[in-house]
Nanobody, 115 residues
């Protein structure tokens, strides 16, 4: 089983930046893909970004060009660098990991973009 702990959320002004972190522990060997999704109040969970074991990345249309996903394999940590933040980026951000067909989720971290 994979355990995921997110950190780095908070309140930021429009146009600002934040970096989220997701630390993985437990049965982390052979994790295929890690990534981020988000859920705003009253809305469905939305895909944000993923990074595969080969380093390939994918992004949701709403964040392309503004967000960057990366990883530090030595620290078993995935990052989400968020730039040019907009009020519509306000949501709870969840880290997830895919391993052998099973998805594990973190508890989420709140990001609020407001002046």
């Amino acid at each position: 089983q994979v355990q995921l702990v997110e950190s780095g959320g908070g309140l930021v002004q429009p146009g600002g930046s934040l970096r989220l972190s997701c630390a993985a522990s437990g049965s982390i060997f052979s994790i295929n893909v890690m990534g981020w999704s988000r859920q705003a109040p009253g809305k469905q969970r939305e895909f944000v970004a993923t990074i595969a074991s080969d380093g390939s990345t994918a992004y949701g249309d709403s964040v392309k060009g503004r967000f960057t996903i990366s990883r530090d394999s030595a620290k078993n940590t995935v990052y989400l660098q968020m730039n040019s933040l907009k009020p519509e980026d306000t949501a709870v951000y969840y880290c997830h990991a895919l391993k052998s067909g099973t998805v594990s989720w973190g508890q989420g971290t709140q990001v609020t973009v407001s002046s």
